[in-house]
């Protein structure tokens, strides 16, 4: 299953493309080289999970508004079969001030995230920072986002520091 607009992007460039003259071929590929590497990974045979993989790969493109390139790239750190736990996250992040292109920063660079219980895991971190009062709503998502590690160490370590 291949999204129609890449299909008519490709289909469009092979029209012009001159089988003779190697530049072509060369620029051709040049140009398509997300598209071709985006239909190679549908098309190789993943044997630990290839539907987990296109879902993953959906879900990024849907909720995070990922390119399929990128979405392609992450897939490739992060699985999961179903929606709750990366809603779960995504909302909380939400709920705590993150703007949609705050959230898709710090998912590019932290994907792993979306795996993580949010009630449990990223939740009481966030309210800490929230309760002791020196960062703003505004200022809490931009912290997170300039110190990535905030949400994967340990609160303890911020209580007694």
């Not at 999970?49 to 979405?71: H, M, Q, V």
Request: one cysteine or more.
């Amino acid at each position: 299953m291949m999204p129609n607009f890449l299909i008519s992007r490709l289909a469009s460039s092979f029209k012009t493309l001159n089988l003779n003259n190697p530049k072509s071929q060369l620029n051709l590929l040049q140009q398509h080289k997300w598209h071709l590497l985006f239909f190679n990974s549908l098309a190789t045979k993943d044997t630990k999970r290839p539907k987990d993989r296109n879902f993953t790969i959906s879900y990024l493109i849907a909720t995070c508004g990922f390119s399929p390139e990128t979405a392609v790239l992450l897939s490739q750190k992060v699985h999961f079969k179903t929606p709750e736990k990366p809603n779960a996250v995504l909302a909380l992040l939400r709920k705590y001030g993150f703007s949609e292109t705050q959230i898709a920063n710090y998912i590019q660079k932290r994907p792993m995230l979306l795996l993580t219980d949010a009630e449990k895991i990223i939740k009481p971190k966030l309210k800490f920072f929230s309760s002791i009062g020196i960062f703003s709503s505004v200022d809490l998502p931009k912290l997170v986002i300039e110190n990535q590690t905030l949400l994967a160490r340990s609160l303890g370590a911020w209580r007694s520091a």
